[in-house]
């Protein structure tokens, strides 16, 4: 009875303390780490020295401090601070300070009141200095603060009137990162209003050239900050380009461009005249003036300074490249003008006495002139500066003002031809390029074209090339002109064989341009005769076949020109027109047989192809069954059709091409599942099987294609293309498994694919429905919470039934699809001379391609070397080899180095560009979705996520191969 007792008493007595745990607060632990101004406080106790608290500074600066103890760091360094006595550690502190408050995540608007009250007692103008330089990152750091600004602009206003540069220096700059508008509330201060701007500009005229500098610098952050500049600040922006001190001339020509632009109709007086200039006139004027400066710096900044004014008056623009000044630069008077001065002054010229008729007033033309003298030439001296950096900015500043002004163009064209001659390459290129924007607005002389194509013997590649394009789009003046430039342009093509691309693409461009001019040519540069006949030229020849690229290409806005042709001249026209399609046009060759006219791509035809590709893709998504007969048949001639569109439609061929290869891989994957292969036994139809495997494996490769050789995929699309590769390899999987793969391969196997399953439904999950209704994946995301607790053969099973039953995709219309492609240039492959060499040295190989649709080139493109014994060299080109010569186009340039052992004789070699890619199975960090518990088939699953996290690289051919002979030949001994 006790003993029952007892137990019913404890019971009840953990029943009441259950339920006061229940109700009880639960208790929270804190983590805390040790206290840095803790720690730091013992150590600069420690300290015994400077030299020793200078070390524990320097030590704790090294380390990071966490976003929680910066306030107590600031305080314990604050106050050590206070007790310290030597300038440099107080320093170190002030500056240890400035990088506190820089720290991220943390707001310093709780150590203001600290930072402003450690000025007041200081007495080192150095230790000043710094610690306005951490008032000024503070201020940085709350430039918005309305109750922190005026605090720092009354410290700044405070402490401009120190004797020290440096303390004068951080003031200005702390006004011109927090100082505001006279009319903002920010700025008022006890009622009154301080003008920021008229502070800083107090200091303009400083004893010291640093200070200057500062005050420049502030007023123009003033600029940079939204705040509008007063314009009385124009002459003594002006008065600052004459200083001593470079950096202040060079913060001036700043200055007094932002006014230029502030104000540019406002109208300012002329020293010791009446008369009256545009601001931005006699901004101009003064810039052009330091174009002459003694630093080339300022010469360079004057000059590009000069290139953005384009709101300068023409005559003062004209002016520049005038050496000679235009009439003193003063404003003549009229002839009535003076004979009513005349008649007024009452005072005529007897002519008795000599001189009695001269100017009474005497004249300063350094006093009069409208602009400086300096400006008369300004582009003129910029150009024939000694320093290559300053002829660069000239350059480029003509070309913005030529852009601007075509008077001005044409006036600056004879300045530009003769930087052609210059002796540094960049100048020369810059140039080049220069003229090639502004050549719709020009035309060029012959002495100027003679000039322009002396150029064609440099031996830079870079530069000739350059001048190819620029005689593309420049217009000439006479047919002697268009003569002179066939002559050139043929010297160089037999001077530099490998600039034949490039020769007959300028060709093509300047017939184009100027038919008329190439009319009267035409029997002198076909070599015919009205009455004799003559030889027929070689079309090997390739200068032969410029000239004809030229004729034809001038024929086409010329319908009377192929009168003038012979016979062999339409059989060379059909020749080139098959081999140089893109270099030759059609023409209308009536009565010859050769009526090769083709229909412009209009935009109906567009149209219609656009259709026609549409319909096919909806032809094709009729298809139901895979089995179905005549379901190969379609697809098949789909195949076909597509492909052939993407011929004849070069808008549409990355799209047709896309579709295409798209069907081609549902065409393989539906013979490699014929009724007949999957009902007999494995050893009875061997070939059936291998055949399959073969096609799983080139299916991966189409979907590696799609996905990475195409530009401009949508989300859809590239689920389409990860759907198909899915299949694929559930074909792989179920071919293993009919081999007798072994069970632990297997197992992996599964284990990866059903990976593989989880990472596409994570990635694509709202693509799904999409997709259609019976198709591969939806039947696995319908089983998925069983697969994992099947063993792998009735997973193989299910896979196989699944892909059976599995329908076609429907494939949207891709819209903006583009395929990469490159095209090898050089070498040509078509030389049967080997390239010979000493065996076991290297010999280069020059290679030139153009490369289109490739994003970012110079990570992805790579050029393979196959030697006859099977060996495979894979280079990465440097990426200065890369250039970029217009949109969505790139050309390489580069040397690939060979070197082989001893051989008998020549053999080829293959050369080809290869895009590489890296494709994961995830675009996240993969998370296990199969635990070990549910995975009954394997027990190693620790290495699962970093196999599926591991990506599948490989490479795509990018370009047809090119054969090159080579012989490398024993060393001599």
């Known amino acids: 009875m006790a003993a029952h007792l007892k137990k019913r008493v404890y019971e009840e007595f953990s029943k009441v303390t259950q339920v006061l745990h229940e109700e009880a607060p639960a208790k929270k632990l804190r983590l805390s780490k040790p206290s840095k101004s803790a720690a730091l406080h013992v150590d600069l106790c420690k300290a015994t020295n400077p030299t020793d608290a200078l070390q524990f500074l320097l030590h704790f600066a090294r380390k990071p401090v966490e976003t929680e103890s910066v306030e107590g760091v600031f305080r314990i360094l604050l106050e050590h601070y206070y007790k310290e006595t030597d300038n440099s550690v107080r320093l170190k502190i002030a500056s240890l300070l400035g990088l506190l408050a820089k720290t991220q995540g943390f707001n310093p608007d709780c150590i203001v009141d600290?930072?402003?009250?450690?000025?007041?007692?200081?007495?080192?103008?150095?230790?000043?200095?710094?610690?306005?330089?951490t008032l000024l990152l503070i201020g940085c750091q709350l430039p918005d603060s309305p109750a922190v600004r005026p605090r720092l602009v009354q410290v700044a206003c405070k402490h401009l009137a120190d004797t020290y540069f440096g303390v004068r220096m951080k003031c200005l700059q702390l006004l011109g990162c927090v100082g505001a508008d006279d009319h903002s509330a920010a700025a008022k201060q006890d009622g009154a209003v301080r003008d920021v701007q008229s502070i800083i500009s107090n200091y303009f005229a400083d004893q010291d050239p640093r200070v200057r500098n500062a005050a420049l610098k502030a007023t123009l952050q003033l600029h940079e900050r939204g705040i509008k500049i007063h314009e009385i600040i124009y002459d003594q922006a002006c008065l600052l380009l004459s200083d001593d001190y470079e950096q202040v001339r060079s913060a001036a020509v700043q200055m007094v461009w932002v006014l230029s632009q502030l104000y540019p109709e406002s109208i300012v007086p002329i020293p010791s005249s009446n008369e009256e200039i545009r601001l931005v006139d006699d901004a101009f004027g003064k810039i052009s003036h330091m174009v002459s400066d003694g630093s080339w710096m300022v010469r360079v900044q004057a000059a590009k300074t000069l290139g953005s004014m384009l709101q300068v008056s023409p005559h003062f623009l004209e002016q520049t490249l005038d050496k000679k000044l235009m009439s003193d630069l003063r404003r003549k008077r009229t002839a009535h003008e003076r004979a009513k001065e005349l008649f007024s002054s009452g005072e005529f010229s007897s002519g008795r006495k000599w001189a009695d008729d001269a100017p009474k007033e005497k004249l300063d033309t350094n006093t009069v002139n409208l602009i400086a003298s300096g400006a008369c030439g300004a582009f003129v001296h910029?150009?024939?500066?000694?320093?290559?950096?300053?002829?660069?900015?000239?350059?480029?500043?003509?070309?913005?003002?030529?852009?601007?002004?075509?008077?001005?163009?044409?006036?600056?064209?004879?300045?530009?031809?003769?930087?052609?001659n210059d002796e540094i390459e960049e100048v020369r290129l810059q140039s080049i390029h220069v003229l090639r924007q502004i050549s719709t607005h020009i035309t060029l002389r012959e002495d100027q074209l003679d000039t322009v194509l002396a150029v064609l013997e440099d031996s830079s590649r870079d530069i000739r090339e350059a001048l190819h394009e620029l005689i593309c789009y420049t217009n000439v003046s006479t047919?002697?002109?268009?003569?002179?430039?066939?002559?050139?342009?043929?010297?160089?093509?037999?001077?530099?064989p490998t600039d034949r691309n490039s020769v007959w693409k300028c060709l093509q461009f300047l017939g184009s341009r100027h038919p008329t001019l190439v009319l009267p040519l035409v029997p002198e540069l076909l070599s015919t005769h009205p009455y004799f006949d003559t030889p027929e030229p070689d079309m090997d020849d390739p200068a032969y076949i410029a000239v004809l690229v030229l004729v034809f290409n001038a024929a086409q806005w010329c319908p009377s020109m192929p009168a003038l042709f012979s016979d062999h001249t339409f059989r060379h026209y059909a020749y080139l027109r098959d081999s140089l399609s893109h270099l030759v046009p059609p023409l209308r060759l009536h009565g010859r047989g050769l009526d090769l006219a083709e229909s412009q791509c209009g935009s109906g035809s567009v149209e219609a192809a656009q259709s026609f590709l549409q319909q096919s893709l909806n032809r094709v998504?009729?298809?139901?069954?895979?089995?179905?007969?005549?379901?190969?048949?379609?697809?098949?001639?789909?195949?076909?059709?597509?492909?052939?569109l993407g011929e004849l439609q070069t808008e549409l061929l990355g799209a047709a091409d896309f579709c295409a290869t798209f069907l081609s891989c549902h065409l393989l994957l539906i013979k490699a599942l014929q009724e007949k292969s999957w009902n007999t036994a494995v050893p009875l139809c061997l070939k059936q099987n291998v055949s399959a495997t073969?096609?799983?494996q080139q299916i991966l490769e189409e979907t590696y294609k799609l996905e990475f050789l195409y530009s401009g995929l949508d989300h859809r699309q590239v689920a389409a293309v990860r759907h198909v590769r899915l299949q694929a390899k559930a074909l792989q999987l179920v071919m293993a498994a009919r081999f007798q793969q072994g069970l632990d391969s297997l197992n992996s196997s599964c284990e990866k694919f059903l990976q593989d399953v989880e990472s596409f439904q994570r990635l694509f999950v709202a693509e799904v429905p999409h997709l259609h209704s019976n198709s591969f994946v939806e039947k696995l995301l319908e089983l998925k919470p069983r697969l994992s607790l099947l063993k792998a053969a009735e997973l193989l099973k299910i896979l196989q039934s699944s892909l059976r039953q599995s329908s076609l995709l429907l494939l949207t219309l891709p819209q903006q699809i583009q395929r990469a492609k490159a095209t090898i240039i050089e070498p040509t492959g078509e030389s049967d001379n080997p390239l010979r060499f000493t065996s076991g040295l290297v010999v280069?190989?020059?290679?030139?391609?153009?490369?289109?649709?490739?994003?970012?080139?110079?990570?992805?493109?790579?050029?393979?070397?196959?030697?006859?014994?099977?060996q495979s060299h894979v280079i990465h080109p440097k990426p200065g080899d890369f250039r970029k010569p217009g949109p969505g186009r790139h050309r390489l340039i580069t040397q690939v180095y060979l070197s082989h052992f001893a051989w008998t004789e020549p053999s080829q070699i293959e050369v080809r560009l290869l895009l590489a890619y890296s494709c994961s199975s995830t675009s996240t960090s993969v998370s296990s979705a199969f635990s070990p518990s549910k995975l009954s088939w394997s027990e190693v699953v620790d290495a699962l996520p970093a196999a599926a996290e591991a990506p599948v690289e490989g490479s795509i051919p990018l370009s047809k191969p090119v054969r090159v002979y080579i012989m490398p030949k024993p060393a001599r001994r």
């Open 844 to 870: 280069a190989l020059d290679i030139d391609a153009t490369l289109e649709h490739i994003h970012e080139p110079q990570n992805t493109v790579k050029v393979q070397v196959l030697y006859p014994d099977g």
């Open 479 to 496: 047919k002697e002109c268009i003569q002179l430039a066939l002559l050139e342009l043929l010297k160089n093509l037999s001077k530099y």
């Open 621 to 644: 998504s009729t298809i139901q069954n895979l089995e179905a007969p005549g379901a190969l048949d379609l697809l098949d001639l789909t195949i076909r059709d597509l492909r052939r």
């Open 114 to 133: 600290d930072a402003i009250n450690s000025l007041s007692n200081e007495k080192s103008h150095q230790v000043l200095a710094q610690l306005l330089e």
């Open 694 to 696: 073969a096609a799983a």
């Open 382 to 420: 910029g150009l024939e500066d000694e320093m290559f950096e300053v002829r660069i900015a000239a350059v480029e500043a003509l070309c913005q003002l030529a852009s601007s002004s075509p008077s001005f163009a044409d006036k600056c064209l004879d300045f530009l031809v003769d930087m052609f």
